[in-house]
């Protein structure tokens, strides 16, 4: 299996450079203060259609044009973030976008893909009606994390980190199917920060794709099906190339509780006055509750993955606050 | 009446410079596209304390430093973000802060005036209470918006305005005290823009204190008293200095009703990933309902005067957002 590396990272970043947000590294004088250890923070946030889903989409689409010929449509299969990423970054190359999506999806993130002019079929059969779909319309498939060219896309967040910052200590990543982590620990390994860093994902307890897998060696939904607060995590599964690069490249998954992220989002958006959603603060989380160490005095960096929170996931703030 | 001028504005830039955050002037794409004219963010929420009050507040703190002495202590009277502006100018300077506050301020309000030292005296009368306290303690009394030194604070905000987009046609500015407004009028005055610009305020029309003051021709309380979601907005009353640069400077003040506030709040949040409260929704709530007008193609400024939103008022989005 093809693992991300220099040469694919930087083919990526100079696929997306100009055509998406360069994205913030910011520090956080708040939160460095109560936790004690220097917090930066990777804005994707504030990337276009408010996550970082839309680098490794638009990276796929391009890296796929066969004889610099775009492919005639895309489609992929999303509850999420993914579903308006594939939307607007096929809006920005001028083709058609289909994708599928649970008859339960959130409103917010149903209009997102509208607003970018995707097309929508809602079926409980993802995967399936996937496949037949891009067959039938003779559409490029993306898978929204089990692809290199995705993991390459979304690797290009820890080119621009260890560019903008090569001297940190942890870098803390949220995992769902585990594309961003996969791409970001291949960044860090590829282009070295300048002194030994670890990269450790971080899942929900009650979302924990990637920790199954690693427990079992192969990336089978785990037994009792992922649900969270941390909705942009609870990917049914890991995929064989994220499994694949996070053995090869992560040095530990973590897991926090549906309370601690619960807490630690509003203290991350309290402190940096940014909205983020809640999967964006399980790095925060795993901090705040001793799932993982930073070195006093040490550096960490913390992806905020997206941004796309709505008012009714923020109305359940307001209990957890007090 | 000394308003301020261009010199005064230039002291108080040179007191604060280095102090502060120098807030980024943000363009946002999506408020952009869905207004049909390019709009622009002064982003004080994320200014220290979370809103723009700290400027005014330490700008006057050290303008009044006697003979290079820094006053013994200092006090204000506020139920918001005055309060904890007052109390961190004050820490910063190594100096004791008392506070005047409501009994019935918000909890995190509160909150924050304790993280930053700031010592709290509630009451219900404020005015009195402010004096009595400042007089018995020998400290520097600061009034939160009706003062030439915090104005010019405030003013610093146009300041890098102009410094930084010096063309646009219209500029919209928060109104409570009208202390914010004040100075950023004098600042765009005494620093013109390229080509004419407007200076517009926008009240809530349930917080109405400066368009009374306008209407009576003295800074008297509104016959109903101010209460809006815009809580930050709500002061009982305009201020001499105030409604004197406000009919000196400031080209009309209208306003903006409750539900469109809320409407707007959420619109901004999710265009701009930024976390701010309702008052900094009053300027795009204003574009909104057209109760100001931008020429087609022209470029207007927002001023997002703070980001100390709580989990409460949070909650109050999911109705409107439906």
Request: charged share 15%.
């Amino acid at each position: 299996m093809q693992l991300v590396n220099a040469d694919i990272l930087a083919a990526a970043a100079a696929r997306l450079d100009g055509r998406l947000v360069r994205t913030p590294l910011v520090e956080s004088d708040r939160l460095s203060t109560d936790l004690g250890v220097r917090v930066l923070l990777k804005a994707e946030n504030l990337q276009r259609t408010g996550s970082f889903k839309v680098r490794g989409m638009l990276n796929a689409m391009l890296a796929r044009a066969a004889g610099g010929d775009l492919p005639a449509g895309v489609t992929t299969f999303s509850a999420g973030n993914a579903a308006a990423a594939t939307a607007y970054a096929a809006r920005l190359l001028g083709i058609p976008a289909v994708v599928c999506m649970p008859p339960g999806a959130v409103s917010a993130k149903v209009e997102a893909v509208r607003r970018y002019g995707g097309e929508i079929i809602f079926t409980e059969h993802l995967l399936a009606d996937w496949e037949k779909v891009s067959a039938e319309r003779g559409y490029l498939g993306l898978h929204p994390f089990d692809d290199t060219d995705v993991i390459a896309g979304q690797g290009t967040v820890g080119v621009e980190i260890t560019t903008d910052h090569p001297d940190f200590d942890l870098l803390l990543v949220p995992v769902g199917g585990g594309g961003l982590i996969s791409g970001v620990s291949a960044a860090v390994r590829a282009f070295p920060p300048e002194r030994p860093a670890r990269v450790v994902g971080v899942e929900p307890a009650t979302a924990n794709a990637m920790t199954h897998a690693l427990s079992v060696g192969a990336p089978t939904p785990p037994p009792v099906r992922p649900s969270s607060i941390a909705d942009g995590l609870a990917a049914p599964f890991a995929g064989e190339h994220t499994l694949a690069h996070v053995r090869a490249y992560v040095d530990d998954v973590v897991l926090v509780g549906e309370d601690d992220i619960t807490a630690a989002w509003w203290a991350l958006m309290d402190a940096t006055k940014l909205l983020v959603e809640p999967s964006a603060a399980v790095g925060l989380a795993a901090l705040r509750t001793g799932a993982v160490e930073v070195p006093a005095g040490g550096t960490v960096v913390l992806v905020l993955s997206g941004g796309n929170a709505g008012p009714a996931a923020l109305a359940k703030l307001a209990p957890a606050a007090g």
